[in-house]
Structure formats: structure tokens, C-alpha cells
């Protein structure tokens, strides 16, 4: 392999990676700190990648700035969303067994994609980067390299980091690591746990609808795009421990770099490689890379 | 008198389970041809439910990977058929039903590490793996999937006993399959080994207390599950005589598991009614004579009757009654 190819491959990886790690965040805190098996967790990327294409040319046309007002739009939409979500349908799920919250999502996993069908249609959509972020940077005499992906990935860094902060350096950080390793004792000690739910339930959303909306310009926009996000982010999930954020980041980082490479060196087996890890991660550690608690 | 009670509930249990098989041996004399082949998809799947029934119902194993074996069986049946004679059922159904089982105990073997969430994320990534192994090799066809050309019958020397190419013979050989995988779970469920299945249910750390070491009892219902749900995916396979990816999606897991909770978890007969009521309402909400242009998008109806069925009775139908006793919906506590 050809230095240039390799440092592409790597960029893929890592920007691939890196995305999966928005949606997985969200899924692992879910998890660690709701208690819910949250099914359509994928529905919100899928979500996210539509309200990019439908929002984007009426910002430009309202407010101008297209893309990025579009994303801005988003966002705020998609905590709303999240907050009423948890309120009127995932805080109901909470006294309920795993089977039930798997189905109950699952339900609404159908009900999301038939709106999107009806609102939206069933055709593939393109959406167009920003044009400053659309060319390409040289790499090497041959490759060349778009700029919206290093921009996603720039971006994506900076997502993490401000998650790490957040998480290790504020009061509401502090309740919700407590909340991944002892929810009943973290309700004694007088948190506000309906409120802490609340939050990271809003937050999760808010985190996949702006995965979705950032891949859209790279990975165009269609139905069930969500399901295939989901199952990797399960994957993603169970490799780095539930609840653990340092795991969702690590494990989104391996589950990219494998699947990337393994499409360039063996592409035979390319949709297989990322559960083989999986199970050799299951072989060797049960419970995940870092379990939080 | 004890006895003279049990026998009552014996009876009690029997009745409708006797009655519902004569029910459906005669359905294909007052059937019409459209209903008669709906009714051998529905008993399929009755079958596919009641192999998730021992996992979920009996040992308290939330699998959503289950279609996993039932497509790996039908995918065993369609690329093991000659292309151009009959195979023999008599080595065809256990080369498949074997085959699943075999995936079951791999797949098993590693899932069954796990517990609680983890067991439910890792089957179903393991079937997801599944489905990518027939979706990108070239043996099983790709996407395209493949075709089972001349099905299969059962001879001996120059008399063929069963040819089901013919739809009665295979409605019936359908019929005989579910009545003898009701049998054989309701016989487990009484056995040594199905009362050790209800105890790990109930609380595993106790059993393992008591001395019984969990894990192999927990594979072996795994390994179980995954050959009877290989008996429905060769049914299936015989039936359409094509098969693709998409019948080890992870929406036929889910499918299957809302049978079951339907029906009502912890009942054979639930697992059937379930697979029953699930067909009722897919042909119901896809029927374009009732909702016109909108049948197409038959999934948003169907999805919000999985939320309200969840919600309202998560005992399904055969707990209904007890539930409306009580008067009230039950929460159950998270388990």
C-alpha cells in the first residue's frame, strides 16, 4: 500500500470513527444512566440527515449562511425534541423490562421511518457541502483528500472534547458519571434524577440528529439510513463498555480502523470484520473494554 | 381433591389446543386458496414463535438475533437442493435444522457471556453478522438471494410419500410440524432439564446456589431454539422456494418477538395465537381495499399498535383476562 492511500485510508478511519462516536456517546449514556435500551437511537442520525436536507436551502433563503444555519436550526429542534421525547414517551419505559423498551422502540423505530416516507419520500437525496468546504487538499503527487471530511472529523474532536469537559468538569457531569456507576444512590443523595434524565435523554438526541446532519453532504441522505448506524453503535457499545464515554470513544475508533482496512485489504469479508471484534472483544472481556461503575 | 383439581386444568389446558388442531385440519376443506396459503405462513411462523418462546418465555433470554437460524436454515435448504431433482427430505430438513443448530451453538456459546442489555445487543449484532455473510458472498447470491428450483419430497424406492409441491401435502406437513414442536416444547417444559430452564428464569444466582451450573443449561435452550426455528426457516424456504437477506434482517427478530409478546410471554400458546394476530394485523393494515393509498405506509399503523399493545397489555392476549380481573394495567418491575 502506497503511503499516500494508507494516510487516506487512515483519514476515513478516524473520520468514520469519530462519527460513530456522536451516536454512540449518546446510546452509552442512554444506557448507563437511563436504564433504556433505546432501539430508535438510530432513527434521530436518520432524522438529523433529513432536517440537514430539508432545512438547508430554507435557512439560506431566510436567513442566508444555508448549511451551518441549517445545522444551528437543528440542533435547538432536535434538544426540543429529545426533552419531549423523554417526557412523554422514554420515561414511561423506565419501570419496564429490557423486552418491552426493546419493542416499545422498535415500534417507534416504524413509526419514525413511515413519517419520514410520508413527509419526505422514499428517493436518495444529495446534500451539498458549504461551497468553501468543498474542494479537496493535494496529498502526495496522486491522492487528494476532500475538505469536508477533515472538517467533519475537526469537528467531531472538538464535540469529544467538549463532552470530556463536560463530563469531568462540571456539577452535571459529576451527577451523570455518578448516575452511569449507582442510579438508586445518586437519587438518595438528592439529585434531581427526573431532571437528569431529562437532560441526557435531550442531549443523546441532540448528539445523533447532529451526526446525521453532519454526514449528510458525505453519505447522501435515504431510508434506513439509521438501522445500519444503530447495530454498529450496539456494536460499539458492547466493545467499550456501557455507559463508559472513554469506551465509546475508544471502541469507535477501533470499530472504524478495522472496518475501514478491512474493506482496502480484504474486501470479501467487509461487512463481517467489525463483529469477528466484537466477539474476540466478548472472548476476552465480557463486559466491555470500560465499564463504567 | 388435588387430583380431581389438576385433571380439570389438564383438561382446561387441553381443550383449546385439541380443538384449534382440528380447527386447522379441516381449514384448507372451507379456506379459499388465498387464505389456505396465508394460514401455512402463519403456522410457520407460529413455529419460528415458539422456538423464541423457550428462550425468552421459558429461561428469561431476550434473543434479538433469533432470525438469524431461521435464515441460516433456509438458506441450508435452498443451496444444498439439486437444481434439477428433488432432494429428500428424509437427509434435507436435518442437514438444515443441524446447520442451524450448529450456528446457534457458536453464536450461543459467545452471546451467552453476557447478560441483560449486553445479551440483547450481542445477538443481534451476531445476526447482523449473519446477514452480512449471505449479503456480501458470492455463494448465497448477494442481495438477489437465491432460488430452491424443485422442492423436496420424501420416497422410498419408487413411492413418494410426500411431494411438497403439492400445496395440501404441504399444508398438512406443515400442520404436523407445528403440532409436534408444540409437543416437544410442551413435553421440555415438564422435563428435568425445562423445570431447570424456569428456575435460572426466575433467579439464576439462586439456581447456581443450589448447584446446578447455568450455563450449559442455558446453551442447550439456545442451541434448541436455533434448530426449531431451523425447522421453520425450511419450511419457509420449501414453501417460497426463494430465499434472500432480508429474511435474517433484524426486523424479522423483531417481528418474531412481537409475536411473542402478543400472544403473551410465558405460553406455547401464546407464541401461536401471537403469530396468528401478528398476520391478522399486517394483512389488516396492508389491505389496500381498506385504507386505500395508504396501505403502502401499512408500518405506521403497525408500529403504533406495537406501542399501545406494549403499554396497554404486556401480558398479551392470554393474559388479558387475568389483567382485566385485576382491573388495572400492570407494571411490571425491570428486570
Known sequence: MDFAVFLVQCLNALQYGLLLFLVASGLTLIFGILGVINLAHGSFYMIGAYLAYALAPWASEQFGGGFFTAIAIGIVLSVVFGYLLEWGFVSYLYQREHLQQVLMTYGLILVFEELRSILVGDDVHGVAPPAWLAGSVQLGSVMTYPIYRLFMSGVCVLVALGLYLVIARTRIGMAIRAGASNREMVQSLGVDIRLLYRIVFAAGVALAVFAGMLAAPVSSVYPGMGNQVLIISFVVVVIGGIGSIRGALLASLLVGLVDTFGKVLIPQTAGILVYVLMAAILLWRPEGLFRAG | ?335
Request: hydrophobic content about 55%; aromatic content about 12%.
Open chain 2, 1 to 335: 381433591m388435588p387430583d380431581n383439581a389438576t385433571k380439570e386444568s389438564t383438561a382446561a389446558r387441553t381443550t383449546p389446543v385439541l380443538a384449534a388442531v382440528v380447527l386447522l385440519g379441516i381449514f384448507p376443506f372451507v379456506g379459499g386458496k388465498f387464505y389456505v396459503d396465508l394460514m401455512v405462513t402463519t403456522m410457520i411462523l407460529a413455529i419460528f414463535a415458539l422456538s423464541l418462546e423457550l428462550l425468552v418465555g421459558r429461561t428469561g433470554l431476550v434473543s434479538f438475533g433469533h432470525a438469524a437460524f431461521f435464515g441460516i436454515a433456509a438458506y441450508a435448504t435452498a443451496l444444498l437442493s439439486p437444481q434439477n431433482e428433488a432432494a429428500s427430505i428424509a437427509w434435507l430438513l436435518p442437514a438444515a435444522v443441524v446447520i442451524s443448530a450448529l450456528a446457534a451453538l457458536g453464536i450461543g456459546a459467545l452471546s451467552l457471556r453476557t447478560r441483560g442489555i449486553y445479551f440483547i445487543m450481542v445477538t443481534l449484532a451476531f445476526a447482523q453478522m449473519a446477514y452480512f455473510v449471505f449479503h456480501d458472498m458470492k455463494f448465497a447470491g448477494g442481495s438477489d438471494g437465491r432460488y430452491l428450483y424443485v422442492k423436496p419430497v420424501l420416497a422410498i424406492g419408487p413411492y413418494t410419500l410426500l411431494d411438497l409441491d403439492r400445496p395440501l401435502t404441504f399444508y398438512y406437513s406443515t400442520l404436523a410440524a407445528l403440532v409436534v414442536v408444540y409437543a416437544l416444547l410442551a413435553a421440555v417444559g415438564r422435563s428435568r432439564f425445562g423445570h431447570a430452564l424456569a428456575g435460572i428464569k426466575a433467579n439464576e444466582q439462586r439456581m447456581r446456589a443450589a448447584g446446578f451450573s447455568t450455563y450449559p443449561y442455558k446453551l442447550a435452550a439456545f442451541v434448541l431454539a436455533g434448530a426449531l426455528a431451523g425447522v421453520a426457516g425450511f419450511l419457509y424456504a420449501v414453501k417460497d422456494g426463494f430465499v434472500n437477506p432480508e429474511i435474517l434482517a433484524w426486523h424479522q427478530s423483531g417481528t418474531v418477538l412481537l409475536m411473542l409478546i402478543l400472544g403473551g410471554i410465558g405460553s406455547l400458546r401464546g407464541a401461536v395465537l401471537g403469530a396468528f394476530l401478528f398476520v391478522v394485523l399486517k394483512e389488516l393494515f396492508q389491505s389496500e381495499a381498506l385504507f386505500g393509498g395508504f396501505a403502502r405506509h401499512w408500518q405506521l399503523p403497525l408500529g403504533l399498535t406495537i406501542i399501545a399493545c406494549v403499554a396497554l397489555m404486556p401480558n398479551g392476549v392470554t393474559g388479558l383476562p387475568a389483567q382485566l380481573r385485576r382491573g388495572r394495567v400492570p407494571v411490571p418491575h425491570a428486570g
